[in-house]
């Protein structure tokens, strides 16, 4: 049998869950979720990061990556700026619209899981 703490865990990381099948623009992929938590991380650390190198970064297929992140940039959710001593390397990073929804998401997975882990 469970545990009550690690019930009221589950239950949290579920109410996460919701929260980010209803605001994140991940379409109920994991492929879609790596690569949003990808460029999250790398934006607050203030990294730049290359679209190869983002692509390199989850445990996916290039086709599979390929179309969610087209799907991103169609959206709104990434835009694209070329590295300003070689044109030849092309930088992806959020939109102030993924910034504020990962600082939503940061703000509510930290208020859920502290509150089930009381």
Do not use: Q
Not at 19 to 27: A, G, S
Not at 50 to 64: D, G, N, Q, R
């Amino acid at each position: 049998m469970f545990s009550k703490t690690h019930e009221l865990m589950i239950e949290g990381i579920f109410a996460l869950r919701t929260w980010c099948r209803d605001n994140l623009p991940t379409e109920n992929s994991l492929i879609a979720y790596d690569l949003i938590l990808v460029l999250a991380i790398n934006n607050y650390a203030k990294n730049n990061i290359s679209i190869k190198e983002l692509f390199a970064s989850v445990p996916h297929s290039y086709t599979a990556v390929r179309g969610h992140y087209l799907r991103f940039v169609n959206d709104g959710w990434l835009e694209h700026y070329f590295d300003p001593s070689d044109k030849r390397i092309k930088y992806v990073r959020p939109t102030p619209k993924l910034v504020k929804t990962m600082n939503d998401y940061a703000a509510t997975a930290n208020k859920i899981l502290r509150k089930a882990a009381e």
